[in-house]
């Protein structure tokens, strides 16, 4: 590892338990420092109760690696789901005490879209005060990350609007990309701008292009195949930081002057590129180091 950056790269949505050792193995072997784990990859959580056996079994591979990791909340989690919030939030509790239980010391969380119902928008602050205050207590860190289909400096008022010393934010750069593109804003002006608030960092590319299926019909979106979106390059395709158009290595440089000091996560459907992903992890360490 060079200095003390520590490049991460994400467990693969389907890993299953059947082969997390194996995924983890390879994430170690292409030279990368840190793993980030979606919380729902493995059946840690069934209807919000914390299933033990599976932690421990966890844990246990875990500890055999030399990684270090942080976690991200498994999808579908929606605290502004005013009917189901008691749900919503179990999970979320669950996902914080699984995460101090396997000694990560963070978990991602989606900003996702901003409603304009006043009532839905005050539960999502209550609720994420409430599971910060949670996570200060066993010492799990929460970061909002902003998605491409809003304007980054809502996740960034969110953060602000919380003021809570143990939630920050995370800053997706692909989304970031996507998201600058399609709402028409200076994308290294809001990098600098969200720089001082991180406590997280995903690193991903694109090639700009955004797929309107994602906000005009968000099922339909989620039927197209990855392969035909790669193809064609269309909306959140994460591909391998430094192989589309967003302007990573002066993110970069931003990023390191605001002092940021937590993981570089590479955050790609790496197991579509697992002859690269040594190379991915090279290129984006002497791209952070030169940055």
């Given amino acids: 590892m ?3 950056i520590k490049v991460g790269n994400n467990l693969p949505s389907k890993t299953g338990l059947m082969v997390l050792d194996a995924e983890l193995s390879r994430i170690e072997d292409d030279g990368f420092d840190a793993c980030e784990i979606n919380l729902a990859t493995v059946p840690l959580i069934i209807s919000g109760v914390i299933q033990e056996k599976v932690v421990q079994y966890v844990k246990e591979l875990l500890q055999k690696h030399s990684l270090s990791y942080t976690a991200h909340i498994g999808y579908g989690l929606d605290l502004r789901n005013i009917a189901e919030l008691e749900l919503h939030k179990k999970v979320l509790f669950s996902s914080i ?9 963070l978990l991602n969380l989606h900003f996702e879209e901003e409603t304009r119902f006043a009532d839905k928008e005050e539960a999502f602050l209550k609720a994420h005060l409430e599971a910060a205050n949670l996570g200060e207590e066993i010492g799990v860190k929460l970061s909002i990350e902003n998605v491409e289909v809003e304007h980054a400096h809502k996740a960034l008022a969110f953060v602000k609007k919380a003021s809570h010393p143990n939630l920050g934010m995370t800053l997706d750069l692909g989304h970031l990309y996507l998201s600058a593109c399609y ?3 200076d994308y290294l002006k809001a990098v600098d701008e969200c720089a001082p608030y991180l406590y997280h960092l995903h690193i991903n590319d694109n090639t700009g292009i955004f797929e309107p299926l994602r906000v005009e019909n968000n099922n339909i979106y989620n039927t197209l195949s990855i392969n035909e979106r790669f193809t064609f390059g269309r909306g959140d395709i994460h591909i391998p930081p430094l192989w589309g158009n967003a302007p990573l290595k002066e993110a970069f440089k931003i990023i390191k002057r605001a002092g940021y000091q937590g993981v570089w996560l590479c955050e790609y459907y790496s197991q579509h590129f697992i002859p690269f992903n040594k190379g991915v992890q090279e290129e984006v360490r002497k791209a952070i180091c030169e940055a």
Avoid: D, M, T, W
């Fill in 2 to 4: 060079i200095s003390n």
């Fill in 97 to 105: 005490r699984i995460c101090a239980e396997l000694g990560i010391g």
């Fill in 183 to 185: 709402f028409q804003y």
